[in-house]
Structure formats: C-alpha cells, structure tokens
C-alpha cells in the first residue's frame, strides 16, 4: 500500500503539533506504523491522501451511525451555512433540537448544548457538585469520560494506550476527590460510599463501556447502582456519549430500562460535528446558569451548523427505528463471521457484542471489567489491526477502543469485512 504522502504529512505535522496528531490514539502507536492521513469519507468508506480505501469501522468513533456524508445532514449544513457560521445568541434550531432530545431520551427533561462530550461531562459534575453540595465522585476504572481532571484517573481509551491513566497535570487535590471501583463490581462501590458517608455527588458511568474495549454491564448492574444512589442521595450519571441514539433511540438507558438523573452526549448529536449536551431532571437542570448558580457557558454552544446537522440526523433516527435492527442484525452477523474463523484457527478470544457496537479481545478470559480487558494480547492486536488495513478494513488503532457499525454496511460489504478478518487472522494467528 502506497502511504508515502501520509508519511510526508506525518513528518511535517510532528515539527508543529504534539506527536504529530491532534488526539493521541490516532497516531497508531498502539498498533505500530504511522497514522494514515485522511482526505475524504462517503458512506461506508474513508478514503487517505494516498488514494487508499478503507472500510470504516470506527466512524468517527461513534456518531456516523448512517455513514458518512449521508445526504440529509450534508443538505442541511449547506443550507445552514447560508445563514451564519456562528451567532453566539439563541436560534431556533436550538430548541428544535432540545425538545427532540427531551423526547427520545426520556430521562432528559431539561438540556444544555456544549461543544464536546468531554465539556458535557465536566459540566455534569459541576451540576451534580453544586446541586448535592458534594465534593466527591465515583468514577470506574478503565471508563473514560474526556480529559477533564477529575476523570483522568483509571482512565480509558487514549488514556491506557499511551500508559497514562493517572495524567501528571492532574493536581492531588482534584484526584482526591476521585474514588474508584472495579467496573460491573456494585460491593466495591458500597464500601466507598459507606467509608464516604454524605459526601458522594455523584457516580458516572458508561452503561456500556467503550473505552477498554466494549464491555457490558452485568445482569442487575445498572439496577443495583441505580439503587444505591437512590438510598444515598447520589446523582447518577449516564455518559451515553458513545451509547446514546446508537444502542437505541433512547441509548443505553432505554435498552437496559434503567433511568439516570443525568445523561452526557457527545458528537451523535450533532451528526458528527463538535457539539456534546447533557441533560436530566429538571430539579437538577435549573441549578444551571442563569436558572440556577451553577455557571456554565460558551460562545459556540448551540453553533447552528451543528444544531442543523444534528436535527437532520436525530430526525433520520427517531423517524425509523428499523435502523436499530438493521445494525444489529449486521453487526451480529459480523461478530458470527469472526467467531467462526477464531473458532477455526484455534486462538483464544472473547467477543463482546451489544447492538451495534463490539470489541474482539485477543484474550480467551471473559471481559467484563479493566483488570479482565488488560489480560489481552495487545501485541498481536497490533499484527491484526495491520493486517485488516492493508486489506482495506480501518479498525480502531487500539485494543481498547470499541467498534462502530453504520448502516452504510451492507450485507455484501459485511462479507467482505468477514473474508479480510479471516485472511488477517490465518497471518497472525495461523
Ligand atoms: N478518545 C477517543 C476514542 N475513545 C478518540 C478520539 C480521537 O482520536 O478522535
């Protein structure tokens, strides 16, 4: 595969921005090699400067649900372009955009539009903070929730594959205040707060976990945890950043029919463009500025290009939910495919699958928490995630990252993802 102009660029970006890429797991160093520079992205494919074609199956980690540039939400930004490119004062679209919000995550009763989810979350524990009067959170480990100070301890995602979990930069004060507890572990989480007794603002969680891989919440999890902030007073908080109008319309919380009292959004909600949210109960809602006295704020909240390509992709979701059973039913097949060529090599593996989203550990533990997902051949992921791009299938550079199936796969493309995977694996693992 030619790559000599993504080298170039590769080359020249490392002089001016930090390890040449503007988010850390993108340079590849997970897996060896060097980033691929991309140029363009249409349905189910992402196209580098090189003339290279891949198969997406990251999709802007998450949010290209329909695949890229789907012909709605670029119609809708080119006629939002037309208006202004920022206002920094309210718009319409913006409470379009929030009523839909309210009515497909019903846990969400009030919202406010941030441009990342790694805001939406920093915004949500200020507000759980300032509603309880509380300074503590519990926070799981190997969950990543952006790289805001209270959260880069145990953290996910980026976080693990650059081997800083615990980020220098991160003051003792703030980490203090960061309690931890095992993944789908609910007696850990007990034991802190009956050794923290009043002080906990908040738990946060993601209902699925995407950052160390795709791991599920255990059967009685999300319950067990609901209960306990019930009995405690403690604001639980859903980061459906990934999760959310992805697993279901109403994200995790509807599929796993437990309610949070705050939810975090990232990207989805804006069709892939900067935006995050966050939402929930009313009562907790109004303690935001200039309702409530906890301050919160920014210029290019509610940015009406986002807002447009947002509204065009919850519109095309909440108006056919078949969508949700076609991506299941592709990723199932997927996942079928996959374990039938592991099964055939005889390598150790474990696949976790919900909805649309999956993760293949090289591991043959079952993984359910951090501790079980650092158990993997990490290595060899990397020999795989080579193999698979240079038979044209662009994999998420990291063993802990989680994978994204748009609706742009089709039955025909699936079969080819399938071939490749068994074709990477006779190499790897044969
Ligand atoms: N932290 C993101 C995945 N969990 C990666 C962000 C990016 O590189 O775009």
Redesign the pocket.
């Given at each position: 595969m030619n790559k000599s102009t993504s080298k170039s660029l590769f080359d020249n970006a490392k002089k001016h921005i930090p390890g040449g890429v503007n988010?850390?797991?993108?340079a590849f160093k997970a897996v060896g090699g060097e980033p691929l520079f991309i140029a363009a992205a249409k349905g189910a494919y992402m196209y580098d400067v090189d003339g290279n074609r891949f198969i997406d199956m990251i999709n802007s980690?998450g949010p290209m649900v329909l695949g890229h540039t789907h012909e709605k939400i670029e119609k809708a930004v080119e006629k939002a372009i037309k208006t202004s490119l920022s206002f920094g004062a309210p718009s319409a679209a913006e409470v379009e955009i929030a009523e839909l919000i309210c009515s497909m995550m019903p846990s969400i009763e009030k919202v406010r539009m941030v441009n990342s989810g790694t805001e939406a979350t920093m915004s949500a524990i200020r507000v759980a903070r300032g509603f309880t009067g509380r300074d503590k959170i519990i926070k799981m480990e190997g969950c990543?929730h952006g790289h805001g100070d209270s959260f880069l301890i145990a953290a996910g995602?980026?976080a693990i594959t650059m081997g800083t979990p615990d980020s220098p930069g991160v003051t003792e004060g703030t980490a203090k205040d960061t309690l931890l507890a095992p993944y789908n572990n609910l007696t850990v989480v007990q034991e802190l707060i009956n050794n923290n007794k009043d002080e906990i603002a908040a738990i946060i969680l993601e209902p699925v976990a995407?950052?160390m891989g795709c791991v599920l919440p255990k059967e009685g999890y999300l319950e067990g945890l609901r209960n306990l902030c019930d009995a405690h007073g403690i604001i639980l908080i859903f980061d459906e950043v990934m999760t959310g109008f992805r697993l279901a319309k109403g994200g995790a919380q509807e599929r796993f029919g437990v309610t949070p009292d705050l939810t975090t959004m990232g990207k989805i909600i804006g069709g892939g463009m900067p935006v995050g949210a966050y939402g929930g109960k009313q009562e907790i809602m109004d303690f935001v500025s200039p309702q409530g006295p906890v301050y919160q704020a920014g210029t290019l909240s509610g940015n009406p290009i986002a807002m447009a390509a947002g509204l065009a992709m919850l519109h095309e979701l909440n108006d056919n939910p078949s969508i949700y059973e076609q991506l299941e039913k592709t990723t199932t097949k997927l996942v079928a495919g996959y374990k039938k060529s592991l099964d055939e090599l005889e390598l150790d593996y474990t696949i976790n699958q919900v909805g649309s989203m999956y993760s293949l550990f090289f591991t043959k533990e079952k993984v359910t928490d951090f501790e079980s997902a650092k158990t993997c051949d990490t290595e060899l992921f990397g020999k795989y995630f080579n193999e698979m791009l240079e038979r044209g299938i662009y994999l998420a550079p990291s063993q802990y990252?989680t994978l994204f199936v748009s609706t742009a796969i089709t039955d025909e493309l699936a079969d080819e993802i399938i071939n490749a995977n068994h074709e990477a694996l006779k190499v790897v693992g044969g």
């Open positions: 988010s850390p797991v993108r980690w990543y995602s980026g995407g950052n990252e």
